[in-house]
Every structure is written in structure tokens, then in C-alpha cells.
């Protein structure tokens, strides 16, 4: 099956610093998403993003289909952006029936 | 809109109890899977489904039972609880089973004493 590897494993910031989460995959995706994992477990949607780039305030992402990786970028940190950050693929074609394959995620931890 | 509900948020059983996991999309959505989050594990689904009367398993589906009688229900079945089912189980719903987002509920935290 298909191998996400996310990188780094941890992150610590102080407030209003920038970080760049990677997310490299093993095969063709037909879906990419990025999600945080809040201190109380929920799985936020951040960016459904199988090609291209797309911004939502502070965050933004990128995806190179072509090459096989994604990019999230966070700038000017909060303490509210702690937790981890997950990201998740569909294989393209095959019996996936659906599912997402996860990377072991980036806890980050960002102190005031 | 609520999204994906789950129910309950926690919940404590016995070795050899049963009990279903709720879980309820108000967006009209086709595939509906359910996932079981461990630590070093990451995420992994159980059981999935394409649609009302349509059901398949995933990668872990022992000891788990699934039915979809509407759109909009998925409930989950521990038939007979055993401690390696202690964990957190999360529903998640999208479009359809192709390459659409997909949405998760807020989890539900098993533990089996």
C-alpha cells in the first residue's frame, strides 16, 4: 500500500514564528488532506489539496502531484496552533475503497 | 449543518460487553467509513460504506459490525468488548467513496477494563 512519511516527527516554536510541515507519499493520490488534531482530539479539516496551492488566513498549503509531496506553512504561530498535524492520502486507482492512509503526524508545540 | 455527530464521547466497559457507537451526517453523504486511532498506530479503518444497504470491511474489522439502513447513520457494533479494542473510534463521511474530502466526526474514546 501506498507510504506517507511526515516530517519533522516534532516542532517547537515560540509565538509568531514561521514552520514548514512536509508530507511525502509514495504513490499517485487522487485526494491529499490536511488536518490538526486539537489537544482534545478532534481532527480539524485544514486543506483538501490533491494539486496545487491554497491559503486560508495563516496557513497555506502546497501539493506537487507530480513529485509527490505537500507543504504546510504556518506563519506567525499562535498557542492555539499546538497539536498535531496530520496528513492524509487516498491512493489513486487500486482497491482502496475509499480510505485514507495517514503519516505518523508533526506534534507541534508552540510556547508564548 | 452539524457535520459528522458521534455519540457517546466516552465510554467505560467490561471485557465481554457489547454496545454501539452512533454516528449521524446531515450532508447528504454517500461513503461513510469508521476509523480506530491507537498511539504509534496512527489511524486505521475498520469497516466503510458506499451508500444505504452497502457495507465492506477495512483493514481491521474483527470483532466490529457494521449497518447502514439510511443515508445518514452508521452505527458501529462491539459485539463482545475485549481490552484491545480500547481506543479512540472516529467516524468520518464524504461525497463518495472517489477522491473528495472527507470530514470527521469528534470521536469517541473506548476504554475496555
Known amino acids: 500500500g501506498i507510504q506517507v512519511e511526515q516530517s519533522p516527527p516534532d516542532l517547537i516554536l515560540q509565538e509568531g514564528a514561521n514552520s514548514t510541515l512536509r508530507c511525502n507519499f509514495s504513490d499517485s493520490v487522487n485526494n491529499l488532506q490536511w488536518f490538526h488534531q486539537n489537544p482534545w482530539g478532534q481532527l480539524i479539516n485544514l486543506f483538501y489539496i490533491p494539486s496545487g496551492t491554497k491559503q486560508n488566513g495563516r496557513l497555506s498549503a502546497t501539493t506537487v502531484a507530480t513529485e509527490r509531496y505537500s507543504l504546510l506553512y504556518i506563519s506567525s504561530s499562535q498557542t492555539t496552533d499546538s497539536g498535531v498535524y496530520f496528513c492524509?492520502?487516498?491512493?489513486?486507482?487500486?482497491?482502496?475503497?475509499?480510505?485514507?492512509?495517514f503519516g505518523q503526524g508533526t506534534i507541534l508545540t508552540v510556547h508564548p | 449543518n452539524a457535520g459528522v455527530t458521534q455519540t457517546p464521547k466516552f465510554q467505560v466497559l467490561k471485557t465481554g460487553q457489547s454496545m454501539t457507537l452512533q454516528c449521524a451526517q446531515d450532508?447528504?453523504?454517500?461513503?461513510m467509513s469508521w476509523y480506530r486511532q491507537d498511539p504509534g498506530m496512527g489511524l486505521r479503518l475498520i469497516h466503510y460504506s458506499v451508500g444505504a444497504g452497502i457495507t465492506d470491511q477495512g483493514e481491521v474489522p474483527n470483532g466490529y459490525n457494521v449497518s447502514r439502513s439510511t443515508t445518514e447513520d452508521f452505527p458501529l457494533r462491539l459485539l463482545s468488548a475485549a481490552p484491545s479494542q480500547t481506543s479512540v473510534y472516529f467516524c468520518?463521511?464524504?461525497?463518495?467513496?472517489?477522491?473528495?474530502?472527507?470530514?470527521f466526526g469528534p470521536g469517541t474514546r473506548l476504554t475496555v477494563t
Open positions: 492524509a492520502v487516498r491512493e489513486a486507482g487500486g482497491t482502496s475503497y475509499g480510505k485514507l492512509t
Open positions: 450532508m447528504n453523504h454517500e461513503y
Open positions: 468520518a463521511s464524504s461525497y463518495s467513496v472517489l477522491g473528495h474530502e472527507q470530514y
